[in-house]
């Protein structure tokens, strides 16, 4: 998966192998109006027809960050402004009929899609489409179990969190090598009584043998860590934000025979912008719905 922040202009190139691309939140700045625009016009350029050299929109997830919800005026209009972008599947009496106007978060090849699935509350909601980043999706592919929770900075862990990713996590059992959790802020301050200690708790206790991945983006700086030092399987994955560097490429690894752990391999893809913001001699790493 490809994991980024945004300077609405960070993408792919045609060569860049991948099952899904993931933006872990903020897709735009703090002091940016919350206005529907600001939604829109990212919608627009990841799903943009030009774009489609480079990957398939309904591959594309996006989980939601502080910025475009929880600081915003009025966190409901907000919040229905990003559903209305990014929501990840269209819902009749509360099941999926279908993808959104954009297709995000629905998953083109059909052996991923069919171990899709997403969490709804049963919130009432003027948006007919499940949010995926207001809420939590999950899906299998060769023994690694992918989970994305709704996870923003700056405020507790939502209830649902763990038992969320608890309840995936035992779908699989033990046909499940390494799970990845996706959010846009970490597991400490916080989030730690409410996700982060019960969580690294059920990885310790019921999946010692489990691999695990937990990758966020709310610090904006890239960092790589074991964060529990009773557990060497976990891994935390902070991503650079997009305005200072190119997407990563996350990839999970096996050796042939099959045994032991899975591992890791984070390619930073050159690492950060010079100048460490989008300047014009980045514009080749880069990609849009106009010209430049």
Wanted: charge should be negative; aromatic fraction near 12%; proline fraction near 4%.
């Amino acid at each position: 998966g490809i994991l980024s922040g945004d300077c609405k202009r960070v993408g792919l190139t045609t060569q860049t192998p991948y099952k899904f691309i993931l933006h872990i939140g903020d897709i735009k700045s703090s002091w940016t109006d919350c206005d529907q625009e600001a939604y829109s016009d990212i919608a627009e350029i990841y799903s943009h027809p030009s774009n489609r050299i480079h990957y398939n929109r309904r591959d594309v997830f996006f989980l939601i960050g502080d910025n475009e919800w929880s600081d915003c005026d009025n966190r409901n209009t907000a919040l229905s402004y990003w559903m209305n972008s990014f929501g990840n599947g269209q819902k009749t009496n509360g099941r999926n009929t279908g993808p959104n106007p954009n297709g995000f978060g629905t998953l083109s090849d059909p052996n991923l899609a069919r171990t899709l699935v997403y969490y709804d509350r049963g919130e009432n909601s003027n948006s007919p489409f499940y949010p995926s980043s207001a809420s939590n999706f999950s899906f299998f592919h060769k023994m690694v179990l992918f989970v994305g929770i709704n996870q923003v900075g700056g405020q507790d862990a939502l209830p649902n969190n763990y038992q969320w990713v608890k309840k995936q996590m035992a779908r699989y059992g033990d046909r499940m090598k390494t799970v990845v959790v996706f959010a846009h802020a970490d597991m400490r301050g916080s989030r730690w009584d409410d996700f982060g200690r019960p969580f690294q708790r059920l990885l310790r206790e019921e999946y010692p043998t489990v691999f695990c991945l937990y990758a966020h983006g709310d610090d904006h700086e890239f960092d790589i860590k074991r964060v529990d030092q009773d557990n060497a399987n976990l891994v935390d994955l902070t991503c650079d934000s997009g305005e200072l560097a190119e997407p990563i490429l996350v990839s999970i690894t096996r050796d042939s025979s099959g045994g032991g752990t899975d591992g890791l391999r984070v390619d930073r893809r050159g690492g950060r912008y010079e100048n460490e913001q989008c300047e014009p001699q980045n514009r080749d790493k880069t990609w849009g719905s106009e010209p430049f």
